[in-house]
């Protein structure tokens, strides 16, 4: 399997596992995990009623671009980046892409 094959593989099983955890609270809100291969975009997005509020929003929305996977957002407190991690992912191959590209020099991470 080649690496970017490897990263979408990655990527949609830690997603498909995370909907499928908090697919039952609250009631009335579903994630999603949404998973485009073809342009590589892969996202958790909560959408339902809680109460009496309308809910669509993505928690996570990550990118491979140029072999590299792009974590563009992580609105969780559940470390998706050390998932990547943990799944044999080195951070050389992550851009942490919510950080301006002038602050990522100053991550261990990849800068792009």
């Not at 690496?3 to 990655?10: A, E, G, L, P």
């Not at 809100?29 to 958790?44: F, K, M, Q, R």
């Not at 929003?57 to 974590?71: D, P, Q, Y």
């Not at 559940?78 to 301006?100: R, T």
Request: with cysteine; hydrophobic share 40%.
């Amino acid at each position: 399997m080649d690496r970017v094959s490897k990263y979408r593989w990655i990527v949609q099983s830690i997603f498909k596992e995370y909907a499928q955890l908090f697919n039952h609270q609250p009631e009335g809100v579903e994630v999603l995990a949404v998973c485009d291969e073809s342009i590589d975009t892969y996202a958790l997005i909560n959408v339902g009623w809680d109460g009496g509020e309308r809910t669509n929003t993505t928690s996570v929305l990550m990118r491979i671009v140029n072999g590299k996977i792009w974590v563009e957002e992580d609105r969780t407190m559940y470390g998706f980046v050390d998932e990547l991690m943990e799944a044999g992912v080195p951070k050389e191959d992550i851009v942490l892409a919510f950080h301006s590209p002038k602050m990522r020099q100053y991550m261990e991470f990849a800068t792009a």
